[in-house]
């Protein structure tokens, strides 16, 4: 075993993160690259004006919303894969169980939030960017001890929403705000919001704080605190969200001169995964 190895098992007690190792390493790399490289080359081609006008900072915030879409495409199919094939041994344990298919999901969103995280920091525009991604990348880390996977990839299946989110933005960016396919994909961003972040999370929500009353003593109490608070916190922000995207579509499809100003808007967001990008718009 390599040092790197007997550090993250013995020393951080991620005692399931070894064989998977290479997996986040990969997905790190991969999501760098589409950051760095993928996204600017193919955007300049296929969008030379929506793209290739703007500042380095609005170009940056365009390849953060590439690398969320393709994470999106990547993670939510594979996270629903998982749960679908699921046996029912799998959820018997549902805080310390563990399945070897998820370990390879949960390292991909890793290397996601550590590339979120880092990129943050990198091209740092507010402390709450940062915190998320920090938060994101440690709750998925800690799965690997193995605490609660059974709950982390169910709750992967909420960025459905991000998919739509993103082509709202672009949209937004290639001056088609107020058109008919922006209606559409508004109505299944609202949906997909509704029905996978706040009923079906909402369910998940009540089953994980089970859970973790089911184990409290079996845990240390800042777990019981930070994943139970911070549970009860997503939520809120999930149902303050919703209302703040509704009133940001309703501008784009009554107020001409919104629509205008979403259109040439360059400081943007640049967490595509988050729920407020939308919010901020408004």
Known sequence: MSFLDRFVSETLGLTKFPPFLSTFYWAFIGFLFIHQVVAPYFSQRRFPTAYGGKSRGAKNNW??????QVHVLIVVPFALWCILNETP?????RAFG??????????????YFLWDTLDAIVNFIDPGFVAHGVACFAIYTMSYKPFVQYYGTRCLLWETSTFFLNNHWFLDKTGRTG???QLVNGFFLLGSFF?????????ISVQFLLTLKTVYHEIPVAYTIVYGLGNLVLQGL???????????????FVNTGERTRLIDEDHLSPNGHNPTADSQNA
């Open 195 to 203: 029905f996978v972040r706040m009923v079906y999370g909402g369910w």
């Open 238 to 252: 999930n149902w303050f969200w919703f209302f703040k995207m509704i009133a940001a579509l309703r501008k784009r």
């Open 63 to 68: 390849s953060i919303h590439v690398v969320s």
């Open 98 to 111: 563990w399945n070897e298919h998820v370990g390879y999901v949960h390292a991909i969103a890793c290397g």
């Open 179 to 181: 058109s008919l396919i």
């Open 89 to 93: 041994e799998d959820g018997q344990d």
